[in-house]
């Protein structure tokens, strides 16, 4: 029975919208013009432990649309998940965290990104999809030359396993 206690674990224990803020600062005059709107999107990612073997997940989607210098409307969407993982080595455990976790909460938030978009009378926001995958292994390379042999001084994830 003891080698039950060592198995990894992934379990997604919840799956919710942390964080949504739509605004649209120069309507209604803005929304007469017939300019095309510039489009500028920035994702993030966040990650932290909650308890021993439990970590929040959190990708961020911020969509910014403008036409000239004056915002037509901004996105600003915080999908997050709860997640339990346990019984893996540290350099595992950062590539869950940072590329399985954030695969499986993206879908949700493009939903929701285009979803408001709709709902505030703009035509949809498809987000692209996202290689976390490659995010990851360029964060780690990133890490890697600018900090020598320690991560921790990167703008990577670094997730503890505390």
């Not at 966040?46 to 308890?51: C, F, T």
């Not at 709860?82 to 399985?100: A, D, H, K, T, Y």
């Not at 978009?117 to 995010?135: D, H, K, S, W, Y």
Request: aromatic share 6%.
């Amino acid at each position: 029975m003891a080698d039950a206690d060592t198995n990894p674990v992934f379990q997604i224990q919840r799956v919710y919208l942390k964080d949504l803020s739509l605004e649209q600062p120069n309507s209604p005059q803005i929304l007469l013009e017939q300019q095309q709107p510039q489009v500028d999107i920035n994702l993030a990612l966040s990650a932290e432990g909650v308890s021993e073997g439990v970590f929040e997940v959190c990708v961020t989607a911020t969509v910014t649309t403008k036409i000239g210098e004056r915002t037509l409307f901004l996105v600003e969407a915080k999908q997050a998940g709860i997640f339990e993982i346990r019984n893996l080595p540290q350099e595992q455990l950062q590539g869950v965290v940072s590329v399985v976790c954030p695969q499986i909460l993206y879908p949700y938030l493009r939903a929701i990104v285009s979803d408001v978009c709709t709902r505030a009378g703009f035509p949809p926001i498809l987000l692209t999809e996202v290689n976390f995958q490659a995010m990851y292994e360029a964060q780690q390379q990133q890490a890697a030359q600018g900090s020598g042999a320690s991560g921790n001084g990167s703008s990577g994830l670094i997730v503890s396993a505390s």
